[in-house]
C-alpha cells in the first residue's frame, strides 16, 4: 500500500531511517552491479548488501504490516 509507506516516511523516525539505509545499500549494489568485473572484497561487499537490503525491507514490511492493521482497527488518524 504506497500511501501507509509515504505516511510512514513522513511520520515514522525509525521508518524513514530504514529507506534511507536501503537507498544507500541499493545505490552501493547499484554501483558494483555496472562494473564488468568484481575483486573478491567487492564481491562479499555485494553479498553483504544484498543480506543488509533484505533485512531492512523486512524490518520495513513489519513496520508497514503494524500500521496497516492499526489503521483498519481505526487507531490511526
Not at 568484481?38 to 504490516?65: C, G
Request: charged residues 40%; glycine residues 2%.
Amino acid at each position: 500500500m504506497l500511501a501507509s509507506r509515504d505516511h510512514l516516511l513522513a511520520t515514522h523516525e525509525e521508518f524513514r531511517k530504514l529507506a534511507q539505509e536501503h537507498t544507500q545499500y541499493e545505490q552501493r549494489l547499484s554501483s558494483l552491479t555496472h562494473k564488468r568485473y568484481l575483486t573478491d572484497d567487492e564481491k562479499l561487499e555485494e553479498v553483504r548488501l544484498k543480506k543488509l537490503k533484505l533485512r531492512l525491507k523486512d524490518q520495513m514490511e513489519m513496520i508497514e504490516r503494524q500500521y496497516r492493521e492499526h489503521v483498519q482497527r481505526g487507531q490511526v488518524a
